[in-house]
């Protein structure tokens, strides 16, 4: 095994050293400092290992203040290390630091290039008519997400013990199929689930992210996955077009809107959007919906469910989307797993000029993160920040710009709504007909996972589901 490793290390090297100098350029004089120069590069990653993130993070903050640069090798990483920082991020427009450039670029491998192909007015028209498709049918879907929840948690209940990341990963795929695309689409729930989950594995593998558009690989594979789905939305699109009034789904409702200037919206609009919204739909749904479950089936977190069930039966049950305004308990147990967690590694945006924030300069061309690690343990805001406290989150005790799972600004999430009535409708259910129990200790964040998603569990985690 170490002459394997020592060969592949000889090959691989050379490759890396022509790729860094290919695609890394110079930070211009002025810039913020790099924390991690020349052989550091290599020293940053076993420093974050021995010390842990948030501990390393902090010590780099210490040592070269509010704003540095993380080397990423083929890439430069300019770091705002302050809750102000998350502020001033979010405040600035496109043309200062970009969404759709950064976000284009790194989900070109999973969802394809939508930016190159459309114009920046264009993507914003799409953005609110997929926005509108999935609004105009919030009480057929809230009836789909509460049917689908509890037939799910019934065969939960059925077992001995559950894989809850495998489970809940299925459940909420399937809803967001079942509302999508409708009762003809969830019949393939398990081959749309199957490619929607290789989309994100093949996509975010490094060779993918360096060449996006490489026709063989994991980003061949992925071109590949979504010519397949082109081939299965199809037929369904033809039919919402014939028969319009006879489906209640995202695909009918954007298959039949039309662009400002009264076109209908073009075939290929649609099998691409629709890629992307069921990307976007499922990764933090599912992230957050694990990490609450976790923390409510924690028998010493347990007493915390009194106060959501309590707001559930005064409304008097899941009556109807408008009730879930009032279930306020579980926004605040929302808000505080996933700050324990700090699942989110940050926000990013591409920058377009070269800026200021605090007398640091931010370079053009770099890529510029948010650090929730840090502000999310940051004891002047969060006392006792290692406890978990949903409490904490009673308005107004926390200022709004610190924690934003749904992002803001111009760019917040046009599915945020979706995204709390699918989690709000499947806890309530949960926790109001069964009894939960965590099997084993309360799982860490694994934030050394080789995956850049959002932050999972450092272990299988396994519930036991019990009919109340």
């Known amino acids: 095994m170490f002459v394997l490793t020592t060969i592949l290390t000889i090959a691989v090297l050379p490759i890396l050293a022509f790729i860094y100098f290919w695609k890394a350029k110079p930070l211009p004089e002025g810039s913020p400092p790099i924390i991690n120069p020349g052989l550091k590069f290599f020293s940053f990653f076993t420093d974050v290992v021995k010390l842990g993130p948030e501990a390393y993070f902090r010590k780099m903050q210490e040592e070269h203040g509010d704003v540095f640069v993380v080397d990423l090798f083929f890439v430069k990483l300019v770091v705002l290390a302050t809750i102000e920082g998350q502020k001033f991020f979010y405040k600035q427009p496109d043309t200062i630091f970009s969404f759709p450039d950064l976000v284009n670029r790194q989900l070109e491998p999973v969802i394809g290039d939508l930016n190159k192909k459309r114009s920046h007015e264009r993507d914003q028209e799409m953005t609110l008519i997929l926005k509108g498709a999935i609004d105009a049918e919030r009480p057929i879907f809230f009836d789909y997400i509460k049917e689908l929840s509890e037939e799910t948690f019934n065969q939960w209940a059925q077992k001995d013990s559950i894989d809850l990341e495998e489970e809940a990963d299925k459940l909420i795929n399937y809803i967001n199929i079942r509302c999508f695309v409708g009762e003809e689409g969830y019949q393939h729930k398990e081959k749309i689930g199957k490619m929607y989950a290789d989309l994100e594995k093949n996509g975010f593998t490094f060779l993918a992210q360096l060449f996006p558009a490489l026709p063989f690989g994991p980003a061949g594979r992925n071109i590949q996955i979504r010519k397949e789905m082109a081939q299965i939305l199809k037929p369904m699109v033809e039919k919402r077009k014939a028969q319009s009034q006879e489906f209640r789904d995202y695909l009918n409702g954007i298959v039949n809107s039309r662009l400002k200037n009264g076109d209908p919206i073009p075939e290929e609009d649609i099998y691409e959007r629709s890629t992307s919204v069921f990307f976007a739909a499922r990764v933090n749904t599912y992230v957050t919906f694990l990490w609450v479950v976790i923390n409510m089936a924690y028998q010493p977190y347990a007493k915390y469910l009194k106060e ?59 890529v510029l993160t948010t650090l929730p690690i840090l502000y999310n343990n940051d004891p002047t805001v969060f006392p006792e920040p290692k406890k978990f406290q949903p ?15 749904f992002g803001n600004g111009q760019h917040r999430c046009k599915g945020e709504q979706f995204a709390l009535m699918v989690l709000k409708v499947c806890w309530s259910v949960l926790f109001s007909k069964f009894q939960v129990e965590l099997i084993g200790d309360l799982p860490k964040p694994d934030y050394y996972q080789l995956n850049p998603g959002p932050i999972m569990p450092d272990r299988k985690v396994r519930i036991r589901v019990t009919k109340k």
């Open 308 to 366: 959501p069930l309590q707001e559930l039966e005064d409304v008097g049950g899941l009556k109807g989307p408008d009730v879930l305004s009032s279930l306020k308990a579980w926004d605040r147990i929302r808000m505080e797993s996933i700050r324990i967690a700090s699942f989110v590694i940050g926000s990013q945006r591409w920058t377009m000029v070269d800026s200021e924030f605090e007398n640091s300069s931010i370079p053009k061309d770099t």
């Open 391 to 405: 409490e904490r989150w009673t308005s107004g005790n926390v200022p709004s710009h610190v924690l934003v799972p």
